[in-house]
């Protein structure tokens, strides 16, 4: 992937807003993203300095120079979740297939645990909160647009800091987006090497091949630090759990200061693949814009084809 020269695209500095929540904030990373009204659209996920997230909206006719929203993007129906919600973060975003509007899922932090939340909106002036939509401790939950699956990621591991994470991706299947069933597993981390623990990353895109699956990797062998990296793999059209190739090696990894040292250090973590073409099935040569939070700190932009992630998933 070819990480853009204007990197990184939003910083902390991008954010300027006159709401009390959003003077001098931290940190502005990890976006859904999507093609809305022929522009492009990042739901950003910003963090103030009492470490709060909101989210807040911008766009772009590039896809490189956003203008940013100056409010927060309001969430009704919060009083739905049954649970004290501390941070709702990790929006990913995919378009609806059966009718307007877009469907969300976001990570929910609850004093009952972590939680995929489930949003809907038409246009984003609002997310309407429809409700839990998983197990206790999971995240990384992306749909498959036009199937009734999705993938997520279980929190069965829990590292030396006490983060509950996870080593395994699985697909479930549901009719109304809040109650899933477990279909099958997708795949493991592969221990000692780039991806042990994983998760997925941006909702995958059909090309003639299947599902291009963008996911992230994380390296826990180092000691110091995790490494968090990128990868790419190829699931079956019909059957998405069944992986017809995967990258042996990453196609992003920490390399530039501003993903080396932040927040978090040592973080690449993608969350939108904005296609240049609305096609349903993608060809060969489109262009797929890939954001990234940079060490829980700013968002990057890395730029792939099809053919080249094809490439890189039976490399
Ligand atoms: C994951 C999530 C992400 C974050 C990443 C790196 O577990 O919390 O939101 O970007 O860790 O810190």
């Known amino acids: 992937m070819r990480r853009h020269p204007q990197n990184p695209i939003l910083t902390r500095q991008h954010i300027v807003s006159r709401h009390p929540a959003l003077q001098d904030i931290s940190s ?3 976006p859904g993203g999507i093609m809305h009204d ?4 990042l739901l950003l996920r910003v963090q103030n300095r009492a470490r709060e997230t909101l989210f807040l909206t911008a766009t772009s006719d590039n896809g490189v120079y956003f203008k ?36 969300i899922l976001a990570a929910m932090d609850t004093d009952k645990g972590c939680f995929l939340g489930y949003f809907f909106t038409e246009d984003f002036a609002a997310l309407e909160f429809k409700g839990i939509a998983s197990q206790p401790d999971v995240r990384n939950g992306v749909l498959l647009a036009g199937t009734p699956y999705r993938f997520e990621r279980p929190n069965k591991y829990r590292m030396a800091d006490g983060v509950k994470t996870g ?21 493991d981390g592969r221990p000692h090497f780039w991806d042990e623990l994983i998760g997925s990353g ?12 963008i996911y992230h990797g994380v ?23 069944l992986a017809l190739a995967r990258g042996r090696y990453n196609i992003l990894e920490p390399r530039k200061l501003y993903e080396l040292t932040g927040q978090v250090p040592n973080v690449v973590f993608p969350t939108a693949a904005i296609p240049l073409s609305d096609a349903a099935v993608l060809d ?21 084809t099809v053919k080249e992630l094809l490439t890189h998933a039976f490399a």
């Open 284 to 304: 060969y040569d489109t262009e797929i814009y890939i954001y990234y939070g940079a060490a829980d700190t700013s968002i990057g932009l890395a730029i792939t």
């Open 68 to 103: 940013v929203a100056e409010e927060p993007i309001p969430i009704l129906h919060l009083e739905r979740c049954p649970y004290t919600i501390y941070h709702i973060y990790d929006a990913r975003i995919s378009r609806a297939w059966l009718g307007s509007g877009y469907h």
């Open 28 to 30: 502005v990373f990890n």
């Open 167 to 187: 080593a395994r991706i699985v697909c479930s299947e549901s009719e109304d987006f809040l109650n899933w069933r477990h279909v099958a597993d997708v795949f």
């Open 219 to 241: 390296a826990t062998h180092f000691g110091s630090a995790n490494i968090y990296q990128v990868g790419i793999s190829l699931q079956d059209t019909d059957k998405p759990w």
């Open 38 to 41: 022929g522009e492009f659209l």
């Open 202 to 213: 941006p909702p995958p895109l059909l090309c003639p091949e299947g599902w291009l699956h």
